[in-house]
């Protein structure tokens, strides 16, 4: 009876040390299932405790150590930032190589590899993503996504922009489709748009995905370039004139000229005088011709008596290539400096 007296207390510390580990690993996975739901809207601030917690818990989840990586790296913390994801990377490459592994699993793998720069194992996970899910059928609008994101990873363009479209096209017809995804999935299927001058497009999905995601809209500048190529002037200066980020502000104000001159003169043209499509020239084909259409611009603005007719026709050339020239990604205010004909556009 000594003997089992003595053995009571003992197994009493037992039990209660294993119930407060299992009470941590609860505590811990709820945090994570509540972090991680705040993570899928894009609350990132609210989401952020709650992931910390699950971490401080001892949590062996991956993706939760990806989520506390991509927040710090959003509020600038880079340290924090790529401490979690390289605490995270063993655990994805895990995870992703079995059997059980998804096709979210192989998507933060090879985020993690862009992010801590390391481009062959970065191709690597892709393909080994895409080999594993590529050909399935039952992929989801939120899965589809992350695909296109492998195919774009793997360099595979065409391939990436027709799994963008996918995934559109599925998230429209879901009932509730994660706001953020459906949101980076308009963004890259617009990308699409753009490449081919579908400018209007651009702008629909665009809005759709500035609506959907509020918090982190698609960038001003691009918004008001793909407006500018849309022919909607007045919506283009409206956002040019919102960009306020030092490296652009300048640009944005040139923008804003070309679309002001391009609403009075009728809009853009898509070809020369002779008939070239813009679209078919090359960068230096385009600023020669800009350079040459300043000239023919000012020599009609300034002749004794200045035809009007003229007058319009040469402006909206040359505010046409200039419009060209920003939607090509180059910089306007630099190449009309250098041309010495900066002051047709921004007097």
Known sequence: MKYAHRRFPLMILLILT??????????????????????DRGDYDAALPLLEKAAEKGTKDSQVLYQLAYIYDQKGERDKAKAYREKAVPLLEKQAGSAKGTLEDSYYLTALYLQLQRPTEM???????????????????????RLGRLYQFAGDAAQSASTYRRAVD?????????????ALALAADAGTDVAARR????????????????????????????????????????????VKDEA???E???????????????????????????????????QEAL?????????AKGAPDADPAKVREAEAMFFSLAAEWMLRGQSLREVSLSGNYADLIRR
Do not use: W
Request: net charge negative; proline share 4%; aromatic share 8%.
């Open 18 to 39: 294993l119930g407060g580990g299992g009470c941590e690993a609860s505590q811990a996975q709820k945090a994570a299932q509540e972090g991680a739901f705040l993570y």
């Open 123 to 145: 191709r690597n996970a892709a393909q080994a993503g895409i080999q594993k899910f590529g050909k399935r059928s039952d992929l989801s609008g939120e899965d589809l996504f």
């Open 170 to 182: 599925a998230m429209a017809a879901e009932k509730s489709p994660n706001a953020i995804l459906y």
């Open 199 to 242: 400018y209007g497009d651009a702008v629909r999905k665009l809005e759709q995905a500035e609506a959907l995601n509020p918090k982190y809209p698609p960038p001003v500048m691009q918004m008001a370039l793909m407006e500018l190529g849309a022919g909607r002037y007045a919506e283009a200066k409206e956002r040019f004139a919102r």
């Open 248 to 250: 652009t502000a300048s």
């Open 252 to 286: 944005a104000q040139y923008g804003a000229d070309v679309a002001s001159h391009l609403e009075q003169c009728g809009g853009r043209r898509e070809a020369l005088a002779d008939g070239e499509p813009l679209q078919e020239m090359t960068n230096d084909e385009v």
């Open 291 to 299: 350079g040459a259409a300043a000239t023919a611009y000012r020599a």
